[in-house]
């Protein structure tokens, strides 16, 4: 099976290997967090246009 790593040169930042597959679940978790937090108001921002006044 060939896996596709991503290394980033700057920051030393790798996604091979155990540590790697740590990283990408936290940016996951974080970017499911982040995006979470932003429907949050948009939501309550669409009901209360939606109601009558």
């Known amino acids: 099976m060939n896996l596709i790593g991503i290394r980033f040169l700057?920051?030393?930042?790798?996604?091979?290997?155990?540590?790697?597959?740590?990283?990408?679940?936290?940016?996951?978790?974080?970017?499911v967090a982040e995006r979470e937090r932003i429907l949050e108001p948009t939501n309550d921002g669409r009901?209360?246009?939606?109601?009558?006044?």
């Open 47 to 53: 009901s209360a246009v939606l109601q009558p006044a």
């Open 10 to 31: 700057e920051n030393g930042l790798s996604t091979e290997g155990t540590v790697g597959k740590i990283v990408i679940q936290i940016l996951a978790a974080v970017a």
